[in-house]
Every structure is written in structure tokens, then in C-alpha cells.
């Protein structure tokens, strides 16, 4: 008699009732993003929860779609959004810098699952060698030679060493906003902060070229943290200097930063 078919799956996951207070990405999101934050939240978790290995892919422009239409999202929300759980370490940040989508929370969450079907849950996806120098051509801008046989990298991990990763993430990709905050007597609401940051993005994606990678993620950031006034005007210095890219216009935004904006 064959035996039962090995699952990568699995059909619930815990949804904890203190939720909102225990969990740090849960609460940010839903501060910075209302309840549209929240949702986002619990519906990725059902998808990589009934994903096989737990695993989603957004390396192509029709798997960021159908995962933003399945979040209630668009395209560009799911970047701000998902790139915000990324830099919470509510997503592994390491892979989803290579579009990949994995939650060593969640997977642990559901070892009961597991171990009632007498089997180990799924491991940590490893990165291959041509998503790593696809990774080094992004941040670089030239070609890096690979081997011709890929091995996939899969070291084990720690669970210091992934508190100790996504500390560092976070320290890297932190920047404090630089322009003053509204009056105090009126309300910003998070789909205000959405709106504002969304506008920045939009107009770097449309004037930068070679927005991938480290880039991408560093420039969503800096959306949030940065004037819309001051992301423009960034902008348009570097497309006036013929330097299209996301490092010329963050240089120029630390620039004002350290030195002030003339």
C-alpha cells in the first residue's frame, strides 16, 4: 500500500487573537497603511500558507500581478507594502530582494502541522547562482560572469542569526524623513502617507532607469522618508545631468541631507 503523499503545505495557520499587540509587522503596517496594511497581511500568509514549500515567486511582471489582485492591491502598493514586511523581517528580506516571498514566522507557527503528519516542514528556499549574479548585475550595472553549473545555496540559519539579518536590513535601510511633519491640528491619515509615497515611486519608475534589486527596495524607502518636493527636484537634477539612475539621486538626497538643499 503506497504511503500518504509528502505536503508542502497546509490548509490554516494560526491566526492569534492578541495579533495586532504581539506582532511588530502587524502593527506598523497597520499604522502606516490602515486597514489596507492589515489585509494585505493576513491574505499573504493564507497564500504562502497554501503555496507549495510555502514559497511565492514575484520574479515576473504576471506573478506581482495576480499576487497584488489576490492582496487587494495594486502593483505598486504591493512594492511599498510588501517591501515594509520585508524591512520588518515579517518576510525573509534576503530573498525578496530576489522576488521571493517566504516567512520563517509563519513556517515555525505551523510545526504542529508537521509533526502530527510525522514529517519535516519545508526548509528555507536557497538562492541559485544565476539569482545571485542577476543580484550583482542589478546593483553593479554590468554583467557577471557565472559558472556553468549552479549549485543552490542553502546554509542553515539560526534563529539569532535571522534576528541579527534583519536588524542589520532594517539599520541599512532606515532614513529618517527630512522634511517637517503637518500642522498638528489635522489628522494624516495612512492613505494620505500611501498617496505621498506612491507619487514618488511612480515618478522615479518612470524617469530612472535600471530600477532593480537593492535599488528598488533603497528607493521605496526613501519615499517614505523623503519630501515628494524633495524626490522631484532630486529627480530632475539627475535626468538634467544625464544620469538616470537610483544611485546618482540618492546621492544627491544625502547631499541635501548633510549639507542642506540651495
Not at 123 to 134: D, L, N, V
Request: glycine share 6%.
Amino acid at each position: 500500500m503506497a504511503g500518504r503523499p509528502v505536503k508542502g503545505c497546509a490548509d490554516w495557520f494560526p491566526h492569534f487573537a492578541n495579533a495586532s499587540d504581539a506582532s511588530k509587522t502587524l502593527a506598523a503596517l497597520e499604522n502606516r497603511y490602515g486597514s489596507a496594511g492589515y489585509m494585505a497581511w493576513f491574505k499573504l500568509l493564507e497564500r504562502l500558507t497554501g503555496a507549495p514549500n510555502h514559497t511565492l515567486s514575484c520574479k515576473t511582471t504576471d506573478e506581482t500581478e495576480f499576487l497584488a489582485a489576490k492582496l487587494k492591491l495594486t502593483p505598486e502598493q504591493l512594492e511599498l507594502i510588501v517591501g515594509k514586511m520585508a524591512h520588518l523581517g515579517g518576510i525573509d528580506p534576503e530573498l525578496w530582494q530576489h522576488r521571493i516571498l517566504w516567512s520563517q514566522n509563519l513556517v515555525d507557527n505551523l510545526a504542529p502541522v508537521y509533526e502530527k503528519r510525522r514529517q519535516k516542514p519545508p526548509q528555507r528556499p536557497g538562492i541559485s547562482g544565476t539569482e545571485i549574479a542577476e543580484r550583482q548585475t542589478a546593483i553593479s550595472g554590468t554583467e557577471t560572469p557565472i559558472s556553468a553549473t549552479e549549485t543552490p545555496i542553502s546554509v542553515p540559519e539560526s534563529a539569532a542569526s535571522r534576528v541579527e539579518r534583519v536588524e542589520r536590513v532594517e539599520r541599512e535601510s532606515r532614513v529618517e524623513p527630512t522634511h517637517p511633519t503637518l500642522p498638528s491640528s489635522r489628522l494624516v491619515t495612512s492613505d494620505e502617507l500611501v498617496g505621498s509615497a506612491l507619487e514618488s515611486f511612480k515618478l522615479i519608475q518612470e524617469n530612472l532607469t535600471k530600477l532593480r534589486g537593492a535599488d528598488l527596495i533603497e528607493a521605496r524607502s526613501a519615499c517614505q522618508g523623503y519630501s515628494p518636493e524633495w524626490i522631484r527636484a532630486a529627480v530632475q537634477e539627475a535626468c538634467e545631468q544625464n544620469k538616470r539612475t537610483w544611485k546618482y539621486t540618492a546621492a544627491i538626497l544625502r547631499r541635501w541631507k548633510s549639507e542642506g538643499r540651495r
